[in-house]
Nanobody, 119 residues
Framework: QVQLVESGGGLVPPGGSLRLSCAAS????????FNWYRQAPGKERELVAG?????????NYADSVKGRFTISRTNAKNTVYLQMNSLKPEDTAVYYC???????????WGQGTQVTVSS
């Protein structure tokens, strides 16, 4: 069956780094664009970063994370990553992995992983 499993979240002090992983299975990985969303308590879910399907690796980022976060994908391992550097308390949220088919835009979601930035 289809699975998106996020990992790598945790508690980190301001200025620290984390790398989130999203392991995908049950569908054709290369046919899907991937996105990382986040949702903080009391706030709407927002798009953080995205990467295109296939091998072109076209990326986009929310203004709030540009220069600090990097999204990447390894098609051979069916895994997407989000490298987060210079973390700030306002980055605290549950981070969700999303896979969207390049043509149909059908989407799958992971269960989320908690990121907490606090001293």
């Amino acid at each position: 069956q289809v699975q998106l499993v996020e990992s790598g979240g945790g508690l980190v002090p301001p200025g620290g780094s984390l790398r989130l992983s999203c392991a995908a299975s049950g569908f054709t990985f290369s046919s899907y664009a991937f996105n990382w969303y986040r949702q903080a308590p009391g706030k709407e879910r927002e798009l953080v970063a995205g990467i295109s399907s296939g091998g072109r690796g076209i990326t986009n980022y929310a203004d709030s994370v540009k220069g600090r976060f990097t999204i990447s994908r390894t098609n051979a391992k069916n895994t997407v990553y989000l490298q987060m550097n210079s973390l700030k308390p306002e980055d605290t949220a549950v981070y969700y992995c999303n896979a969207e088919h390049w043509l149909t835009q059908y989407a799958y979601w992971g269960q989320g992983t908690q990121v907490t930035v606090s001293s």
